[in-house]
């Protein structure tokens, strides 16, 4: 079981440009999270997408959008980057079962510098 | 809205002593969920140990144990017999019973030391 996977590790980009994340949950998995961690602070929710659909989603503007394909894999995309926008970016795959605590397995992140 | 606060940004501990990190949250729910990650330098996100909330009894998983105070709404980690592989940072999370989102903390930095 390869758990989560996300590509790519390290990303360089400039303001303006536009990127696209990509994650695949652990075997099994049907729910995928992207979350967004800067540097010294804890992960904040970015939004959640389950069924191909963006189910919940925190407080980022529009410019943050994702998208999950049939095999539950799931890209987030980033338009206009901003200075700010530089951040460790997490996936966290997990298994719906009706509410009931159900863990989230994380990938290890890609890191994104916007200069 | 609910938030998370780890008030220790650094914490220090001998190998194989005891070290207790701190958390508080704020909620109106009832049903929730708690957790503390651990986040080593490679980054990746390691479930620790999970309390829910109706359950009264504290989780205990090897070393690690949790202090979970209901109506003080605070969660706290003990890791005992420290070691070499725990130093990390920590994160504590909260997560409403009816949701997947995460709210996290700031974390809590442990070195620990030979």
Avoid at chain 1, 11 to 27: A, F
Avoid at chain 2, 90 to 107: E, M, P, S
Wanted: with cysteine.
């Amino acid at each position: 079981d390869a758990g989560v996977t996300q590509s790519p590790t390290h990303l360089i980009k400039t303001r303006g440009q536009q990127v696209t994340l990509r994650c695949s949950p652990k075997s099994g998995h049907d729910t995928v999270s992207w979350y967004q961690q800067a540097l010294g602070q804890g992960p904040q929710f970015i939004f959640q997408y389950y069924e191909e659909e963006e189910r919940q989603r925190g407080n980022f503007p529009d410019r943050f959008s994702g998208h999950q394909f049939p095999n539950y894999s799931s890209e987030l995309n980033v338009n206009a980057l901003l200075l700010g926008d530089s951040a460790l970016y997490l996936c966290a795959s997990s298994m719906q079962r009706g509410g009931h605590l159900v863990e989230q397995f994380f990938g290890p992140g890609t890191r994104l510098t916007v200069l | 809205a609910q938030t998370v606060t780890q008030s220790q940004p650094e914490m220090s501990v001998q190998e194989a002593e005891t070290v207790t990190l701190s958390c508080t949250y704020d909620t109106s729910e009832s049903d929730y969920y708690l957790f503390w990650y651990k986040q080593p330098p490679s980054r990746q996100m390691i479930l620790v140990i999970r309390q829910e909330a109706y359950k009264q009894q504290n989780a205990t998983e090897n070393r690690f144990s949790v202090n979970f105070q209901k109506a003080a709404k605070s969660f706290s980690l003990k890791i005992s017999d420290s070691q070499l592989g725990d130093a990390a940072m920590y994160f504590c999370a909260y997560r409403y019973y009816n949701t997947d989102k995460l709210i996290f903390g700031t974390g809590t930095r442990l070195q620990v030391f030979p």
